[in-house]
C-alpha cells in the first residue's frame, strides 16, 4: 500500500521561496504520477502540478508557471515542488497524491482521480 508524507511547509515573506517534498513508502513510484494540491481556507482544493514518472512529463497550472517546479529523486522516492516568489494568495495546506498507471494528461488536476493522499502541509506567505 502507497503511503505519502509531505514535509517542507511553513511561513515565509512574500517573495520567497520553499521546497515541499513528498516521500512515499509501501512501493516504488515509478509507474505513478504525482500531483501537487492546494486548499485555501473556504476554497476547493485545486491542482496545482503533475509530474509523470514515466515519462518525465510536467504540467502547471497557469498561476504558477515559471514560479514552481516539480520534480522527482528515484533513488530517495521522493517528490519536491520547489516554489519560488511566493505570494499570499499562495497560503494554503499542500498535498501530494498518486495515481498509478497514469501520465499527467487532461484531467491531471480533478481530486477524485487519484488514489493515494498525504496528511498535507501547510504554507503561509505573509504580505
Known amino acids: 500500500q502507497l503511503q505519502l508524507e509531505e514535509s517542507g511547509g511553513g511561513l515565509v515573506h512574500a517573495g520567497g521561496s520553499l521546497r515541499l517534498s513528498c516521500a512515499a513508502s509501501g512501493s516504488t513510484l515509478e509507474y505513478y504520477s504525482i500531483a501537487w494540491f492546494r486548499q485555501a481556507p473556504g476554497k476547493e482544493r485545486e491542482g496545482v502540478s503533475c509530474?509523470?514518472?514515466?515519462?518525465?512529463?510536467?504540467v502547471y497550472v497557469d498561476s504558477v508557471k515559471g514560479r514552481f517546479t516539480i520534480s522527482n529523486e528515484n533513488a530517495a522516492n521522493t517528490v519536491y515542488l520547489q516554489m519560488n516568489s511566493l505570494n499570499p494568495g499562495d497560503t494554503a495546506v499542500y498535498y501530494c497524491a498518486a495515481r498509478r498507471g497514469q501520465s499527467c494528461s487532461s484531467g491531471w488536476y480533478r481530486v477524485g482521480k487519484y488514489d493515494y493522499w498525504g496528511q498535507g502541509t501547510q504554507v503561509t506567505v505573509s504580505s
Open positions: 509530474i509523470s514518472l514515466t515519462n518525465g512529463n510536467t
